[in-house]
């Protein structure tokens, strides 16, 4: 019997003028047992679809079937059965590891007696043990992930439905959240469902199922959907240019669909089955290979031929060269938090029109150093200089030439889009003409315009993303502090957002990035890298990845990096104390 069957499903959302589809005739069958990836851009209508699934929504027309259940009529039936992970799940985060774990099997109706077995078998599966006393508040990203996972499976499930599960999680983290899923297949038999804007996670499912705008585009293995684009492909190992240069060259050519940076090169996809024709200055450096396809080849492909879906670059100020100093230069910098030392002497510099990139494990201080950079948070001990000021005298002055885009969506929900801008402009001393000149600037720049009078709470993630740059522009920062922009996105709005950065590098704008997306890493021009406060590794993302290359992994890419050096760094750090 298949786990789930929906036939001819439509959603709405809204009346009249205001209405928004939100799913389509959709009909498809999920089989019990295995992993079945849900992937589509932002408002595809992947969260509607598991919230019906879960039997929160109430379908406007069609059927939904979980379990041999009809849905919502049988949603009390199926309680039990079905576990459910949202996207922003629900601890109590001034309660324990243990007191969430109570908490949910009381909400799930589980005998006393039978919790202590059920709660020694979670903590061993997400390696919590050590961690049942501390409140959730203060556990890293990661682990407030694995604790959300394990109160999902607190009355283990015979489905399990994930939305965005490993967002904003770093990759040793995501790794052991698919060591758990895995094994609630394997050995309990749980069917999975999750949605994911990790691409290389959905290929690891048996099956996928692509939303776009509300339809079901295509599903199959994700060898089936990739295979349509066998000889579309192409690798370019190295160039005459720098990838960035190289790539911002090669994306405009006829009959490019898609280029990303690729290690020390580029990847491309093209529309028809033939190599893309190199200008004739790069074409004795540059021989595209041909490669096989992947996952997110067939997925940008075909929402780029459906939506043509595609930054133009950012009109920009430019910044005139800066003399030779730093434009960010931190020393022996510390931030103490009562007896925690988040973050531990630390010094690096960054250059004018550097893209300079701070990776770490979730909890390793790079939210706690970019606060300090943007002078929103005091540094313990240490020296801190930004656009040539000292963060602990002028840090007024020193705020109004940085622009800072927060890891969570921190724009006013309740407000407009036209309100955020007007609001954002006010406070960065904008009047009058310059005023209406940026707002209008970042309607057209941001494609904004037709979300004008839509509150920035209602906006799908990407566009959201767009506002929060929007409004860190407004008064044309010398410095862009971004801290996780793209946590959540799809990798359409990931290219779209990289491809204005790309332009602000360009006209000399610094910008300073934190990310999960190893492959964002690449982007950079130099990076370090973070564990437990400290810093571990330094420079250009060629010498990470050369650092860790080994017999058995002669081609590291910058996740295989990340995962060796702090795994590396942490042994040694437990051996130490």
């Known amino acids: ?14 009346k009249g003028k205001t209405a928004r589809h939100a799913l389509r005739e959709i009909s498809l069958t999920i089989p019990s047992g295995g992993v079945t990836a849900l992937i589509g851009p932002d408002g595809a209508g992947k969260t509607t679809l598991l919230r019906m699934m879960a039997g929160i929504l109430t379908p406007d027309r069609g059927e939904v079937q979980v379990l041999g259940h009809a849905l919502p009529r049988k949603a009390l039936a199926l309680q039990s059965r079905i576990g459910y992970m949202p996207q922003h799940f629900g601890l109590y985060e001034d309660l324990t590891v243990e007191e969430n774990f109570d908490l949910f099997a009381s909400l799930r109706g589980i005998a006393y007696e039978k919790r202590e077995e ?23 990203g990661g682990m407030k992930q694995k604790l959300g996972l394990a109160c999902t499976l607190i009355q283990p499930p015979e489905l399990l439905l994930l939305d965005e599960a490993s967002v904003g ?88 669909l898609d280029t990303v940076i690729h290690g020390d090169g580029l990847r491309i996809v093209m529309q028809q089955a033939v190599p893309p024709a190199m200008p004739e200055d790069l074409a004795e450096f540059c021989s595209p290979q041909p490669v096989p396809p992947r996952l997110e080849d067939a997925f940008v492909s075909l929402l780029f031929q459906r ?13 005139a060269p800066a003399a030779d100093e730093p434009v960010v230069e931190v020393k022996n910098l510390c931030r103490n938090f009562g007896d925690f030392a988040a973050v531990k002497n630390i010094s690096f510099t960054v250059h004018q029109g550097e893209i300079f990139g701070l990776l770490g494990a979730n909890g390793a201080g790079k939210s706690t150093t ?50 955020n801008l007007a609001f954002f402009s006010s406070a960065y001393g904008l009047e009058h003409r310059r005023r209406k ?26 566009y959201k993303q767009r ?55 690449e982007y950079c021009d130099r990076l370090v890298l973070m564990s437990l406060g400290e810093i571990l590794a330094e420079g250009k993302p060629a010498e990470l990845r050369h650092a860790v290359r080994r017999p058995d992994l002669p081609s590291p890419d910058m996740e295989d990096a990340f995962i060796a050096l702090i795994e590396k760094h942490e042994r040694a750090t437990r051996r130490a104390s």
């Open 1 to 14: 019997m298949d786990a789930v069957v929906v036939r001819n499903l439509d959603k709405s959302f809204g």
């Open 118 to 140: 059920r709660f020694a078998e979670l903590l061993t599966l997400t390696a919590l043990g050590p961690f049942r006393k501390r409140r959730a508040g203060r556990l890293s």
């Open 169 to 256: 999680v770093d990759p040793i983290s995501r790794r052991e959240l698919w060591s758990i899923i895995e094994h609630q297949v394997a050995d309990q038999g749980v069917t999975v469902l999750l949605s994911t804007a990790y691409m290389d996670e959905a290929e690891r499912c048996n099956h996928v199922l692509l939303l776009h705008e509300g339809e079901l585009v295509a599903q199959g293995s994700a060898a089936e959907l990739a295979a349509p684009f066998q000889g579309h492909t192409f690798v370019i190992e190295e160039g005459a240019a720098a990838p960035r240069t190289l790539q911002s060259r090669m994306a405009h050519l006829p009959g490019v």
């Open 307 to 319: 939506s043509s879906r595609r930054a133009a670059p950012l009109s920009t100020v430019h910044h």
């Open 370 to 419: 970019f606060r300090m950079l943007c002078g929103l948070l005091p540094p313990t001990s240490g020296t801190l200089h930004v656009a040539g000021m000292d963060l602990r005298r002028a840090p007024a002055v020193a705020r109004a030439r940085i622009g800072y885009v927060s890891q969570k969506f921190s724009l006013y929900a309740q407000l407009s889009v036209q309100q």
């Open 437 to 462: 000149l940026r707002m209008d600037w970042a309607l057209e720049e941001l494609e904004l315009r037709d979300y004008l009078t839509l509150n920035a709470g209602d906006l799908p993630l990407g």
């Open 467 to 521: 506002l929060a740059l929007a409004c860190a522009l407004m008064h044309e920062p010398n410095i862009l502090f971004l801290d996780e922009p793209t946590s959540g996105v799809d990798p359409l709005a990931r290219r779209e957002f990289w491809a204005r950065v790309n332009a602000l590098a360009a006209s000399g704008t610094t910008c300073l990035v934190t990310t999960h997306f190893m492959e964002e890493a």
